[in-house]
């Protein structure tokens, strides 16, 4: 997961769609999902702005762990092995271009 997620950190939104679109790793199709939904949420918080206009990239993303299930698996002579199930917690944080270009002008002022 976190080398899906490296691959699309800092890069703009529709270009990131575009690499977890055709990359062949199965993180990606995860992480995809959760790109279109922190986008959905941006355009729900800016209602005001439109998605054409706007510039998103993705600005933060990072992969944490999570819960772990531990099974046991036979082995042979009537051992056993443990399987470990992972599970992560990922975070994107989307922002727009152009507003931070009209923030650093505003303060240049």
């Known amino acids: 997961m976190r080398l899906v997620a490296d691959m699309i950190?800092?890069?703009?939104a529709n270009i990131a769609l575009n690499i977890l679109r055709f990359d062949s790793h199965?993180?990606?199709?995860t992480i995809?999902?959760?790109?279109?939904?922190?986008?959905?949420?941006?355009?729900?918080?800016n209602e005001d702005i439109s998605i054409e206009e706007a510039d998103l990239y993705v600005k933060?993303?990072?992969?944490d762990s999570a819960?772990?299930?531990?099974?046991?698996?036979?082995a042979p002579q009537g051992r056993a092995h443990r399987i470990r199930k992972r599970s992560?917690?990922?975070?994107?944080?989307?922002?727009?271009?152009?507003?931070d270009t009209n923030e650093t002008k505003e303060s240049n002022k």
């Open 32 to 45: 995809e999902k959760l790109l279109l939904t922190a986008i959905a949420d941006w355009q729900m918080q």
């Open 26 to 29: 199965q993180a990606s199709n």
């Open 9 to 12: 950190r800092g890069e703009r």
């Open 67 to 74: 819960r772990m299930l531990k099974r046991l698996r036979p």
């Open 88 to 99: 992560n917690h990922v975070t994107i944080v989307i922002d727009n271009h152009n507003q």
């Open 60 to 63: 933060e993303i990072y992969v």
